[in-house]
């Protein structure tokens, strides 16, 4: 019997252990670094890490890093997408939630963040402050002719000019006399004198709430002789001395604006110029009239942007306008790598070149590096769990990240 009794207790035993070697660890929670995030660009990119916690019947809890693993995705994609490897990429000014859902045997396990994307940066959003009507005013000489108005926006923020087409509301005081479309043509209806005036109108709604209004005049002057159109000037907006880039790598966008002798007297000609840079060692620019600042060996350089184009007579016309690289004001406007430490253990990440410096957990800290450089991160102590998935490699230490835009990486340590 004594012998029967112990052979049952073994068998309990027995089972209880494979029983407790048989459950797997549950995914419990989803933590998404870092909590906030912030955009200072269209196009700019953050990275957020899913750091998973398994809970065990009878084990402490664990924590990995899936962020490859989570399906992401944007509460509102016109302000910011995210892809499968929780890379962030700004569309417009807002803020969005980014989540990271996983199934678990539980059901499913969402953990978020909240990005906000603010054109400009430093200190705020980007602010329509003014709109401009190019040209101010223009003459029609026919019932029916169109003159074609373009509408510029004036920013708080870099990039501080932009076409506004197909953004604004567009007006007529007048409609009897000219009616103007929704792209900013205006086609002249009747005049029962020599000359008819009407105020055209372009208004849009800044972030603030307020309305923004820009007006031009439009004649109509039906018995008046129409002049022969040719292309008499080119306006490179912004003007010169009025762009600046501080970071090399950084972008610009140009407007060339053609004037012409007869209606429709102004037209948007960014797609059709030539463009040019004088030195192109300090910046390029591309047939979409965006530049990029290349290199300065001094505290400033500057080359001149110009955009030409043939006139119907044969002659060349072109505008030019100034793009200043000023690398030596970089300071915070250069990339910006931000570390975040995550897990149930502690650790410390330091970077060489000398600038990130963490300890502790669950906190983070920020430096900044040369645009395009190369910074290496090291992990200690021994519990280090691996990298978010823009460290390379992510699962040992060091790694290495690439500066060419702002980078988040997320340490785990267990």
């Given at each position: 019997m004594i012998y029967r009794s112990v052979a049952i207790s073994t068998l309990i035993v027995v089972a209880m252990f494979f029983a407790s070697c048989a459950s797997s660890p549950t995914l419990g929670s989803i933590s998404v670094t870092p909590g906030t995030a912030s955009i200072g660009t269209v196009g700019g990119t953050a990275q957020f890490t899913a750091t998973g916690t398994?809970?065990?019947?009878?084990?402490?809890?664990?924590?990995q890093n899936i962020t490859s693993s989570v399906t992401w995705a944007s509460s509102s994609t016109d302000v910011a997408t995210v892809n499968s490897s929780g890379i962030a990429t700004a569309v417009a000014n807002g803020t969005t939630t980014i989540t990271a859902t996983m199934t678990s045997p539980t059901g499913g396990v969402v953990g978020s963040a909240s990005l906000t994307v603010a054109v400009g940066g430093q200190g705020g959003a980007r602010e329509l402050t003014a709109i401009t009507m190019i040209p101010a005013s223009q003459t029609l000489n026919a019932i029916g002719a169109s003159a074609q108005f373009i509408v510029i926006g004036t920013y708080s923020a870099a990039p501080t000019t932009e076409n506004l087409a197909g953004q604004v509301t567009w007006a007529s005081s007048a409609a009897d006399v000219a009616t103007i479309n929704s792209s900013g043509l205006a086609t002249a209806v009747a005049c029962a004198s020599s000359s008819c005036t009407t105020t055209i109108t372009a208004s849009a709604t800044s972030l603030s709430g307020s309305t923004i209004i820009g007006a031009a005049t439009l004649t109509v002057s039906p018995g008046s002789a129409t002049q022969q159109r040719t292309l008499s000037a080119i306006t490179i907006i912004p003007g010169a001395g009025t762009q600046?880039?501080?970071?090399?790598?950084?972008?610009?966008?140009?407007?060339?604006?053609?004037?012409?002798?007869?209606?429709?007297?102004?037209?948007?000609?960014?797609?059709?110029?030539?463009?040019?840079?004088?030195?192109?060692?300090?910046?390029?620019?591309?047939?979409?009239?965006?530049?990029?600042?290349?290199?300065?060996?001094?505290?400033?350089?500057?080359?001149?942007?110009?955009?030409?184009?043939?006139?119907?007579?044969?002659?060349?016309?072109?505008?030019?306008?100034?793009?200043?690289?000023?690398?030596?004001?970089?300071?915070?406007?250069?990339?910006?790598?931000?570390?975040?430490?995550?897990?149930?253990?502690?650790?410390?990440?330091?970077?060489?070149?000398?600038?990130?410096n963490c300890a502790g957990s669950g906190a983070g800290c920020t430096a900044y590096f040369p645009q395009g450089s190369s910074v290496t991160l090291t992990a200690t102590p021994g519990g280090f769990g691996g990298w978010s998935a823009n460290c390379t490699p992510d699962t040992a230490s060091p790694c290495t990240v690439t500066m060419n835009t702002n980078q988040t990486v997320g340490a785990i340590f267990n």
């Open positions: 398994y809970v065990r019947s009878g084990h402490p809890s664990t924590t600046t880039l501080e970071t090399l790598g950084e972008t610009a966008q140009f407007i060339a604006i053609g004037t012409y002798t007869a209606s429709p007297i102004t037209v948007d000609m960014t797609d059709t110029v030539t463009w040019a840079s004088t030195d192109v060692d300090i910046a390029t620019i591309d047939s979409s009239g965006l530049g990029t600042a290349v290199a300065c060996g001094g505290s400033s350089c500057v080359t001149t942007i110009t955009a030409s184009a043939q006139a119907q007579d044969g002659s060349l016309i072109v505008g030019a306008s100034n793009l200043t690289v000023n690398p030596g004001n970089g300071g915070t406007n250069l990339p910006s790598l931000s570390v975040y430490l995550v897990g149930a253990g502690t650790g410390t990440v330091t970077s060489s070149p000398p600038g990130i």
